[in-house]
């Protein structure tokens, strides 16, 4: 069986992540799209995939900061969670883990999909009602946050 590059993976779960109708997805993807690689870095269980995006690009602001947490998937059987990162409006790294397996040398399969309201299973449909209550609850912290300071 042929090995499966990294960077495939990788981009099946940004177009995974990305995937959806709601305005901020939208700028996030046009920021992927667009974007570097600075780093990429290993550890035991998993990767940091560290991201440039272009300061000429559009950014998030409402919120600024927060965390895409709704893909998970499995690479050789094993599974893996996939958090997206967006810091000051854009797109900052993608962090894949394992729970603790080791991350495998070679990728022979994987499979990528969302995680079903409350984590009580997966699907290959997002829940977009869910993730913009996530995404609204997110701006409403942040703007409390500003207004504390």
Do not use: H
């Amino acid at each position: 069986m042929e090995k499966i590059k990294l960077e495939e993976f990788e981009k099946t779960a940004m177009q995974k992540i990305l995937q959806g109708a709601d305005p901020i997805l939208k700028v996030l993807r046009e920021q992927y799209e667009n974007a570097q690689v600075l780093e990429r870095e290993f550890s035991k269980i998993g990767f940091f995939t560290t991201y440039k995006v272009p300061e000429s690009l559009l950014r998030t602001n409402d919120p600024a900061n927060f965390e895409i947490v709704d893909v998970c998937g499995y690479v050789n059987g094993i599974i893996v969670v996939l958090i997206l990162f967006v810091r000051d409006g854009a797109i900052d790294f993608l962090e894949a883990c394992t729970f603790g397996e080791l991350w495998p040398n070679k990728i022979k399969n994987y499979e990528v999909m969302y995680i079903i309201k409350n984590g009580k299973g997966t699907s290959k449909q997002r829940d977009m009602e869910t993730l913009s209550k996530y995404l609204k609850k997110r701006k409403k912290l942040q703007n409390q946050e500003q207004n504390d300071k």
